[in-house]
């Protein structure tokens, strides 16, 4: 994995080591996850999913060094409601969006399958990511939801199966597209691909 912005990447590491160091479980998800598996672009922040509860978000924030944005109240919010909440380093700009993970039976399987990636930029460090076919079903719902016009959504996602196409579980991708109710946005981005 080759980012296209060093300091985004400096800014995930210094946050991934803090989960880490913590024992909070996360992935990369996102346009990163999608330039992984996909065709790399530029991105304005970097979206992490983690597995949370108030007292180790609460010892996240706490230990966060300075020149972070951040803000106890709505992390903590974010927890119960099982949403997101931001950490902006102010240097950079970079913002990096913490999703909790949620408690749906996708939401649980996705988690389960993300990977260890290795960094290019970084030998022996290695990143947990979104599986490929994760990755794509997430930004089918995104596209969705956000009335089917987000080039960069649908972009993202012809560029995966393009790039992955004969490495992509298609049951699997099949079964949650039908879950999702994104089965009809799957086949016309296979097509389009």
Do not use: C
């Not at 803090?18 to 304005?44: E, N």
């Not at 060094?65 to 119960?80: H, K, S, T």
């Not at 290019?120 to 947990?128: K, N």
């Amino acid at each position: 994995m080759t980012p296209e912005r060093p300091e985004a990447l400096r800014v995930a590491l210094e946050v991934i080591g803090l989960l880490d160091g913590l024992g909070i479980r996360y992935h990369l998800g996102g346009s990163y996850a999608s330039s992984v598996h996909g065709t790399p672009r530029q991105t304005q922040d970097i979206d992490l999913v983690i597995e949370v509860d108030e007292t180790s978000v609460t010892e996240l924030i706490s230990r966060l060094p300075e020149g972070y944005y951040r803000d106890l109240d709505i992390a903590l919010e974010a927890v119960r409601q099982r949403s997101s909440f931001n950490l902006i380093h102010l240097a950079s700009g970079v913002k990096i969006d913490l999703f909790v993970r949620g408690d749906e039976p996708f939401d649980r399987e996705e988690f389960a399958r993300s990977r260890e990636v290795a960094l290019d930029s970084a030998p022996g460090r290695t990143l947990r990511v979104k599986s490929a076919e994760d990755t794509i079903l997430r930004k089918l719902q995104w596209f969705r939801l956000g009335g089917e016009v987000s080039d960069r959504q649908w972009t993202d996602v012809l560029g995966i199966l393009a790039n992955q196409e004969a490495a992509l579980d298609f049951d699997y991708l099949r079964r949650w597209a039908r879950e999702l109710e994104v089965s009809d946005l799957l086949e016309r981005a296979r097509e389009d691909a």
